[in-house]
């Protein structure tokens, strides 16, 4: 019975997380187009998540507002320590709470959005500027290693012009004609280069030089974030099957390269890309990763 005791003693966090599941089991099935029936214009499902989010906002605290160093004495009179541990703590379950809360406000958004082939072409031919920027970006950043290191990233990125030349062509080609055979030629290029990236990350990632291997890994990563976010516009218009054929395809997982990929970084990309708040971005690039790591990439 000590889930009824947790409850208990933390009746805010313990509705935190049920509203916050409430919010992720609602975007589960919105994606899978459960619905569970109309409310007016909308459906059960999304008014459930619109509820659970809405409700998830009037909980948050700013947590500078937990102590007032005006009023708060410089040392406990009973313990001589200073009092803003425990406001400090406080502060900081209060900071952790609001970025979950955060990550939940964005979870449904994708896809109580919904996705068309046309809109989704043009999302990602959006992103082709941004994509040749990176690889342009790769192509220089060999001559920032020390001698013995470029040969490495140089030979782990070789792939790189080509393969994202042929993603850009075939995404507006897709925008121009939106066919089953030309996003087929899509979903199967989206995932060669994604696992081109995957496997750069894991070479360069030997490299020795810490200098050497910070140059490599960011310019890598500033390519695998945008390819990741079209991978995950790829999958909105890819049927279930097609995208367990895709996975299946994808012998190096998200989760190897994970640990040599700074989150910083690609919610900057992905903020600047959409003109957001970098704190949006983040917890976007948190939720994808994790569908990208669900379906098996």
């Not at 509203?19 to 919105?30: D, F, H």
């Not at 950043?141 to 990233?153: E, M, Q, R």
């Not at 899509?186 to 070479?203: C, E, G, M, R, S």
């Amino acid at each position: 019975m000590n889930f009824i005791k947790n409850i208990w003693n933390h009746p805010k966090t313990s509705a935190a997380g049920l509203l916050i599941a409430v919010a992720s089991v609602a975007g589960v099935l919105s994606q899978q187009g459960i619905a569970l029936g109309k409310v007016g214009t909308g459906t059960a499902v999304s008014l459930a998540s619109a509820l659970a989010t809405a409700l998830l906002g009037l909980m948050a605290k700013d947590p500078s507002s937990a102590s007032s160093p005006a009023s708060s004495p410089a040392t406990s009179p009973v313990t001589n320590s200073p009092s803003g541990a425990s406001s400090g703590a406080s502060a900081s379950a209060q900071a952790r709470l609001g970025a979950w809360m955060l990550i939940a406000l964005t979870i449904p958004l994708p896809w109580m959005q919904g996705c068309t082939a046309a809109g989704v072409a043009q999302n990602i031919v959006t992103w082709t500027p941004a994509l040749q920027s990176a690889v342009a970006t790769v192509d220089s950043t060999a001559a920032l290693l020390a001698p013995t290191d470029a040969p490495i990233f140089a030979a782990a990125t070789i792939g790189f012009d080509a393969a994202s030349n042929l993603l850009v062509a075939q995404a507006k080609a897709y925008l121009a004609n939106p066919s089953a055979s030309v996003l087929a030629q899509l979903q199967n290029q989206i995932v060669t280069l994604q696992q081109q990236i995957n496997t750069a990350l894991l070479q360069t990632a030997k490299i020795m030089d810490v200098n050497s291997q910070q140059h490599a890994l960011a310019a890598i990563q500033g390519v695998g974030t945008i390819v990741v976010a079209i991978l995950a516009l790829v999958q909105t218009i890819s049927s279930k099957a097609k995208v367990a054929q895709m996975a299946a395809a994808s012998g190096v997982k998200l989760a190897a390269v994970e640990p040599y990929l700074d989150e910083s970084r690609s919610a900057q990309i992905v903020a600047a890309h959409y003109n957001e708040p970098v704190e949006v971005a983040r917890a976007q690039v948190v939720r994808a990763e994790l569908v990208e790591i669900q379906a098996g990439f």
